[in-house]
């Protein structure tokens, strides 16, 4: 049972939360869109465009992603330029280390793999 005290405090943290995400909420709607015409445009299935958005991590892997498979890029190339793509998160996630660990638990690898541009720099705006 939640009591009165308890159901104010949680409303004002979404109120927070949502305050300091919502941006994000848009730019990651606009990219989205952005990569389903690219995908379209290249002849590819709108299943396609799902399937990557939720296999694929990282939107600006799959901006990349859609003229090199158009090209016909072998998948080792795809995944090398992943892992340089993607290598900006190792540093993100250095200077959130010991923030992370404090949380314990499955939070702390949860926290750590979804460590995402937009993500870093609310965490680094935050008091």
């Not at 015409?37 to 901006?63: C, D, H, K, N, R």
Request: charged share 15%.
């Amino acid at each position: 049972m939640v009591r009165r005290g308890e159901f104010v405090y949680c409303g004002r943290e979404m109120r927070f939360a949502l305050r300091k995400t919502a941006p994000f909420l848009l730019s990651y709607l606009f990219i989205g869109i952005a990569f389903g015409i690219m995908m379209t445009e290249a002849g590819y299935a709108p299943v396609w465009s799902v399937l990557s958005a939720i296999f694929i991590y990282a939107g600006s892997m799959q901006i990349v992603m859609v003229p090199l498979v158009a090209a016909g890029a072998p998948l080792y190339a795809l995944a090398l330029m992943a892992l340089f793509i993607n290598a900006r998160h190792m540093f993100y996630g250095l200077g959130f280390v010991e923030k992370f660990r404090r949380a314990g638990g499955l939070k702390y690898p949860y926290m750590v793999l979804t460590l995402t541009d937009e993500a870093y720099s609310a965490l680094c705006t935050l008091e």
